[in-house]
């Protein structure tokens, strides 16, 4: 391949025929390269977009295959794809083009400069039978994307999220479209996060997405903005977005869903400070408490504060159930340094079921001036009910929804310090704290393990999985065989697991 001339008295020869050849508004820095950008896969208007970015970064490009062009520059184009294209461009031997792929313009356009054509930036023809082109010398597909399973019960997901760039995005439009209760788009981009969030690398263009199950063209089209542009547009209209806004205030107090948001909404109210002066305005006794610890339920939890949650719960519990199991669920049993609320499962080999356990701790609780809140919710659960079709239906276990007073000399921690102590000897030395406590038969213990542990969407695709792979049907209670009509018995996740076929995942990688 002809390599392109770096002498001075080239480059200077090289700038005038620029100056010739190609009229433009943007003075030429770098005249080692003559680029052509190719239109197949990309789309005139990126294409137009990149020419003109690349442009003015000082960058020759050609819009036209001429004769000076040095490199091509290709997205989603394997080596055979450009040279295919090239067979029909009547250009005679093109192997004087060293063909790149848009990592390297990517690259370049980061730097402000042309950086060093590398082995994974060339397109060259494969080596072997497989269907992706040898990227360099790592002859690795460019992403093992055709083995992402649709559901996320067959993927590993952990905290490790190379793209959250595009996830957080994707939060906002989600929560935007569920706050305007369009359940169906909200749970497209849904899918799409949790997908994104399982991909070992992070996306640079285009191609390496495709085969990804579950990203639509709205999607796509939001993620190749993000690439190109860094930000979203749509996104950022959201985050302008007066209803947005509000919905987002409102929900974020304690027993506000979206109903309660959307009748103050319509009342006119915008903000917090506005609800909270209205006086006329009734609120339940969980949103009073909502609104009184605020600011302490906003701020997340630690970890080293739901481990001291653990401590207390543990020590309350056993003061009634010596034997009693108290297991850490949700999001910190998969392995979240912060989360919303504490989630604990409790269950009680011995008597194998104690409906006085939860009460009895509330009472304690009480004495100890630890409660500051609490809803108990007494069992609905039949026997001989079969699992609930709905992947989204609530338990029927006893619960209990609380918040709790987390004294700062309980959490064993440096990195969550107690505030300095204040002036006033009155300083407030604890923090509201919410947790959920669930009581569950020993029998049904690893159903209801792996139906707390979540994440949400990992549940719902357990249960989408059972449903329509394995004829079978799953909630928090138990899997029911529908073929051979009969319930499954699991004394761990694993066996769980092994009844629906899929190889174990292990908590923290089921952040999906
Ligand atoms: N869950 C459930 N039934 C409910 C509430 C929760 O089965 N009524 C399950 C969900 O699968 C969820 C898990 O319990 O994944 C924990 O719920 P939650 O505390 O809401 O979410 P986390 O994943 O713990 O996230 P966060 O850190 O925000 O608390
Ligand atoms: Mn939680
Ligand atoms: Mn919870």
Same mark, same amino acid.
């Given at each position: 391949m002809d390599k392109p001339s770096t002498t001075i008295s080239d480059l200077k020869k090289k700038r005038r025929m620029n100056a010739l050849i190609s009229p433009t508004l943007h003075e030429i820095k770098f005249n080692e390269f003559v680029l052509f950008i190719l239109e197949k896969k990309m789309g005139t208007t990126r294409r137009a977009f990149l020419m003109e970015l690349a442009r003015r970064k000082g960058f020759r490009v050609? =819009?036209?295959?001429?004769?000076?062009?040095?490199?091509?520059?290709?997205?989603?184009?394997?080596?055979?794809?450009?040279?295919?294209?090239?067979?029909?461009?009547?250009?005679?031997?093109?192997?004087? %083009?060293? @063909? @790149?792929?848009? =990592?390297?313009?990517? #690259?370049?356009?980061?730097?402000?400069?042309?950086?060093?054509?590398?082995?994974?930036?060339?397109?060259?023809?494969?080596?072997?039978?497989?269907?992706?082109?040898?990227?360099?010398?790592?002859?690795?597909?460019? @992403?093992?994307?055709? #083995?992402? =399973?649709?559901?996320?019960?067959?993927?590993?997901?952990? +905290?490790?999220?190379?793209?959250?760039?595009?996830?957080?995005? %994707?939060?906002?439009?989600?929560?935007n479209f569920e706050f305007r209760e369009n359940e169906g788009i909200c749970l497209a981009f849904m899918r799409a996060i949790s997908v994104l969030k399982c991909l070992p690398f992070t996306i640079v263009r285009m191609r390496d997405i495709e085969g990804v199950p579950w990203l639509g063209e709205q999607v796509k089209s939001i993620i190749e903005e993000i690439i190109e542009d860094g930000e979203s547009s749509r996104v950022k209209a959201v985050l302008n977005d007066e209803r947005y806004k509000s919905f987002l205030l409102f929900t974020s107090i304690f027993g506000v869903g979206l109903k309660t948001s959307e009748k103050w909404y319509r009342q006119g109210f915008r903000t917090l400070d506005e609800v909270k002066a209205d006086k006329s305005l009734k609120l339940t006794k969980m949103q009073k408490a909502g609104f009184l610890y605020h600011e302490d339920l906003v701020s997340c939890v630690a970890k080293e504060e739901a481990d001291a949650v653990y401590l207390i719960v543990k020590e309350a519990v056993r003061a009634f159930l010596p034997e009693a199991l108290v297991t850490l669920t949700g999001g910190f049993r998969r392995g979240k340094k912060i989360g919303h609320d504490v989630d604990f499962l409790i269950s009680d080999p011995e008597s194998g079921e104690d409906?006085?356990?939860?009460?009895?701790?509330?009472?304690?609780?009480?004495?100890?001036? &630890? &409660?500051?809140?609490?809803? +108990?919710?007494?069992?609905? %659960?039949?026997?001989?009910?079969?699992?609930?079709?709905?992947?989204?239906?609530?338990?029927?276990?006893?619960?209990? %929804? &609380?918040? +709790?007073?987390?004294?700062?000399?309980?959490?064993?921690?440096?990195?969550?310090?107690?505030?300095?102590?204040?002036?006033?000897?009155e300083a407030k030395n604890w923090k509201a704290i919410r947790v959920d406590l669930v009581m569950c038969p020993i029998q049904q213990y690893a159903y209801a393990l792996l139906g707390w542990t979540g994440s949400r969407q990992f549940e719902r695709d357990l249960r989408r999985y059972a449903t329509h792979e394995k004829k079978m049907m799953l909630d928090n209670h138990a899997l029911y065989d529908k073929t051979k009509k009969i319930f499954l018995k699991a004394e761990s996740e694993e066996d769980i697991f092994t009844h629906l076929g899929l190889d174990y995942i292990e908590p923290w990688e089921r952040n999906a």
């Open positions: 050609e =819009s036209e295959l001429s004769d000076s062009v040095t490199h091509i520059v290709a997205e989603n184009n394997s080596c055979s794809d450009v040279l295919e294209w090239l067979a029909g461009q009547n250009v005679g031997d093109s192997s004087r %083009f060293e @063909l @790149l792929d848009i =990592s390297w313009l990517t #690259e370049c356009m980061k730097v402000g400069k042309p950086v060093e054509a590398i082995g994974k930036h060339q397109l060259v023809m494969p080596r072997n039978n497989s269907p992706y082109p040898t990227v360099g010398s790592q002859n690795t597909p460019p @992403l093992a994307t055709k #083995e992402v =399973s649709q559901y996320a019960c067959k993927r590993r997901t952990t +905290l490790n999220n190379c793209n959250q760039k595009f996830t957080d995005a %994707f939060e906002i439009l989600a929560k409906e006085q356990l939860l009460p009895n701790v509330i009472k304690l609780w009480e004495k100890q001036e &630890l &409660l500051l809140y609490y809803d +108990l919710v007494e069992s609905t %659960f039949e026997k001989t009910k079969l699992p609930s079709r709905k992947v989204d239906a609530m338990d029927h276990f006893q619960k209990c %929804f &609380l918040i +709790l007073k987390l004294h700062h000399q309980k959490v064993d921690s440096n990195r969550s310090k107690p505030p300095p102590e204040s002036k006033t000897h």
